[in-house]
């Protein structure tokens, strides 16, 4: 266990739907990343924040995707309209405060869209 | 028992052999590296890492080979076990910009 928790585990939901998962990383961690995983391939970088500030957005995460950490401590992944090519694993992980570069991966949002 | 990486993503070992998972990475400015376990369901455990002034790192049954001459990355298991059975991925972070980027990962099945 990471102590990186996300919710919900799983997300069933019909095409053009919005939906939003949470990601709640522990205390130190400064920075958070979220990746997109299908199956059978590696998780792919969506974005990433530096305590509050969002640093990075990916040509992945188009004007439906929207992600924010207000606080600096949990996220969250908002997708509007949903889409069937949206179904994936959705991971956040955080890094930072002792451990330097190293993630911790969170268990992950299934998202199926149908 | 070894793997090409992104050109033969399973390999199938018996317990108690020597596993050995290749990756190639992209990017040369790329300063940080990191070996990920992924177990069916579950997010990425983080395995071993490797600082690119290094060429070898030694964990708990792993060990990490960095050339960086032709950008190559090795995660040797001794001894595998039934519990190894995973998706492994390589990382790759430069330190210029934080992104962390994975390779396509090999899945390592161990036989009893």
């Known amino acids: 266990d990471t102590g990186v928790s996300q919710n919900p585990r799983h997300k069933i939901t019909k095409r053009g739907q919005n939906v939003t998962f949470r990601c709640d990383p522990i205390s130190e961690h400064n920075r958070l990343y979220w990746y997109r995983q299908t199956l059978g391939q590696g998780p792919e970088f969506l974005t990433y924040f530096q305590n509050e500030a969002q640093l990075e957005k990916s040509r992945l995460l188009s004007d439906r995707f929207s992600a924010e950490r207000p606080k600096g401590s949990f996220s969250t992944l908002e997708i509007q309209r949903t889409e069937q090519g949206d179904s994936a694993m959705y991971l956040c992980?955080?890094?930072?405060?002792?451990?330097?570069?190293?993630?911790?991966f969170g268990p992950g949002t299934r998202l199926t869209v149908t | 028992g070894e793997s090409v990486g992104l050109h033969l993503p399973t390999l199938s070992v018996q317990e108690g052999d020597n596993s050995i998972i290749n990756c190639a990475y992209s990017?040369?400015?790329?300063?940080?590296f990191i070996w990920y376990k992924q177990e069916s369901g579950k997010g990425p455990q983080f395995i071993i890492d490797?600082?690119?002034?290094?060429d070898k790192r030694q964990g708990q049954r792993v060990t990490v080979l960095l050339n960086k001459t032709v950008k190559h990355l090795s995660l040797q298991i001794a001894a595998t076990q039934p519990g190894d059975s995973a998706v492994y991925f390589c990382a790759e972070i430069s330190s210029d910009n934080n992104d962390m980027r994975f390779g396509a990962g090999t899945r390592l099945t161990v036989k009893p």
């Open positions: 490797i600082r690119s002034n290094m």
């Open positions: 992980a955080g890094t930072g405060g002792s451990r330097g570069y190293e993630q911790y």
């Open positions: 990017n040369s400015a790329s300063d940080y």
